[in-house]
């Protein structure tokens, strides 16, 4: 293991299973576990914790399970369990053999349960599911006993069997542990541990029309799968206690439950329950949405599992709740395609120039390098002739001074290209520009005496009979807000979205991206990074989404700092 060198400084969790490494509480293991419930698909948050689990594993030569949470037979799908599956090893990680559900264990937590039962430490309620709240008390008021509190073992157990085979309507009873209505933690009070629910589940068909509760399963499956570190998020601090009480009156292996702070990012909602109401209603175009924070929508937009790595890793663990600025997020992206994205020429905006001294039928091909980072990526020809286009916004027929684009009488470098000099603007009855007539300098093209010749600014462009037409989306944040979830009273979140958050261009692109396969990246050279849409578009006829501009706000903001 390598465990001499980074672990031992690491963050609080590494410290905490080095003292254990220390003392020998788990006799030097390492196990962890990725426990998603199948009711959605994941979000960067879960990356956050998949990096985490299945990072410490590795980092001391541990394991990582995988294991579907499984408990809530009505909200839960397949779909959900494929798409997690995809996303972990999309993000690199490998969980080998172990493949784990809840639902496998329904049957030993059942014996668990009639375990508890005999031992005096569970018995069956009648209450309502609003009585039991009602009973349960307040954080400043002490509980009430349910009236079926005190049932001898041999009733409690014939009732819970017959729960089991189906006898009694949904919601009529529940089995509950016998602890201490009293506890300052209400967590502690006799909390419910199976519900009737006669529901189809996905995997145990219509075996089971009791369902245990997460709280119950959670902490035996740990156990069961002899887990040393369950590592979760803050909320379950104060269900702690009640998973440490179970596991000890069954006196099962007993795992450290280590809390941390879930991942929050500006700009993003990150809950389950929100994301599929995204969906639901259409806002979005599927879970995989570019704009979504979700990992399929984050791979569709262009990010590679080396940036959502990295972003992990700079974000780090902390006990304590807090937001980490998107601009990160964008950073890590930006680093990674800066290093391996071919660059290419595209333009968004297109406007014709036309080089009115460039012979008619000409073409030549332009020598233009692939990736300035990366020399092994070598080189590409990109077609040259008489008529271009170049960016709407790279012309201005009254620029400011400073101003170091095309205007009329000016000079710019055409990259890879020569100089021109714009001559003549053609506008149609409206007024509106309709393309530009320039003169090219045949003396400045590289190789030429005069290719040094410096002006001030350099532009990119595309031929205009060689050109491939794209669709180009452009996205912005999905919503306006910096905190989505905060909301005037009467409305929800919804009322937050950006409603410009996509926009569609007809771009003009170099057709060397005819050949584009879906999900590979590209730089448009001063326009950002793109990568070729998967769901749309089709062979010979691109996609583009831009997955981030080139300007890099936290780069700004941390070399302020
Ligand atoms: P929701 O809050 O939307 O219901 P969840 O947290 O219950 O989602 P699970 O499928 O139970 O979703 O999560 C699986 C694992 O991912 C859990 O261990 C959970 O702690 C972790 N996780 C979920 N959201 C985040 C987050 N934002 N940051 C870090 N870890 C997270
Ligand atoms: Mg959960």
């Known amino acids: 293991m390598t465990n001499n060198d980074t672990p031992s400084q690491g963050n609080f969790i590494k410290q905490i299973i080095n003292e254990h490494n220390r003392t020998g509480r788990f006799d030097n293991r390492v196990h962890t576990r990725f426990p998603p419930e199948p009711n959605g698909y994941l979000h960067i948050g879960h ?71 005999k031992g005096g430490k569970a018995y069956v309620c009648e209450l309502t599911a609003e009585q039991i709240r009602e009973y349960r008390g307040t954080l400043t008021e002490a509980g009430k006993n349910s009236p079926f509190r005190d049932r001898p073992v041999d009733e409690n157990l014939d009732l819970f069997e017959r729960m089991r085979r189906g006898e009694f309507p949904d919601g009529s009873r529940t089995l509950r542990a016998k602890i201490d209505m009293a506890a300052p933690n209400l967590n502690m009070r006799d909390p419910v541990m199976y519900r009737i629910l006669h529901a189809h589940h996905h995997r145990t068909g219509d075996d089971w029309c009791i ?27 104060d269900h702690r206690p009640l998973y440490d009480w179970f596991v000890e009156q069954l006196g099962i292996h007993h ?39 979700t990992i399929s929508g984050l791979r569709r937009r262009g990010y590679t599992p080396a940036s959502i790595r990295d972003f992990a890793d700079r974000v780090g663990v902390a006990k304590k709740e807090s937001t980490i600025d998107m601009a990160l997020l964008e950073h ?109 300098d045949p003396q400045t093209k590289s190789g030429m005496p005069e290719a040094n010749r410096k002006v001030k600014g350099t532009l990119h462009w595309v031929s205009a009979k060689h050109a491939l037409d794209a669709e180009v989306r452009l996205y912005e944040q999905l919503f306006a807000k910096e905190d989505p979830n905060e909301v005037e009273e009467q409305l929800d979140f919804l009322s937050n979205l950006n409603p410009d958050s996509l926009s569609l261009v007809q771009a003009k692109v170099e057709p060397s991206l005819a050949a584009a396969e879906p999900g590979a990246h590209y730089q448009f050279e001063r326009k950002g990074y793109f990568t070729v849409d998967s769901k749309y578009g089709r062979p010979g006829a691109p996609v583009f989404n831009r997955t981030v501009t080139l300007r890099d706000t936290w780069a700004k903001i941390s070399r302020k700092q």
């Open 47 to 117: 990356a956050k914790s998949i990096c985490l689990n299945f990072g410490i594993a590795e980092e001391y030569d541990g394991k990582c399970n995988l294991r579907f949470d499984d408990t809530n037979p009505t909200k839960e799908e397949v779909e959900y369990v494929d798409s997690i599956k995809e996303d972990i090893r999309w993000l690199g990680f490998d969980w080998e053999d172990r493949e784990f559900y809840a639902s496998d264990y329904f049957e030993m937590l059942y014996e668990y349960a009639i375990k508890l039962i």
């Open 332 to 440: 890590c992206i930006r680093e990674d395609l800066n290093a391996h994205a071919l660059r290419v020429m595209g333009v968004l905006d297109p406007l014709k120039v036309v080089l009115t001294n460039y012979p008619e039928e000409q073409v030549e091909e332009m020598e233009a390098v692939n990736n300035p980072e990366d020399p092994s990526a070598g080189t590409r020809t990109v077609p040259f002739s008489r008529e271009l286009y170049i960016e709407r916004d790279d012309f201005m027929e009254d620029p400011p001074r400073k101003f170091f684009r095309l205007a009329p009488g000016r000079e710019v470098r055409l990259r890879y290209g020569y100089i021109i000099k714009c001559e003549d603007v053609i506008k149609d009855g409206d007024g509106n520009i309709v393309e530009l007539h320039c003169t090219y």
């Open 211 to 237: 369902y245990p509760t997460y709280d119950w399963a959670h902490g035996q499956s740990d156990s069961i799968e002899s887990i040393t570190h369950s590592i979760c998020t803050l909320e379950f601090e």
């Open 255 to 293: 795992p450290q439950q280590i809390e941390f702070a879930r991942l929050n990012i500006t700009y993003m909602v990150m809950s389950k329950r929100k994301l599929l109401r995204l969906v639901q209603d259409g806002v979005v175009d599927g879970w995989d949405d570019p704009r979504m924070p």
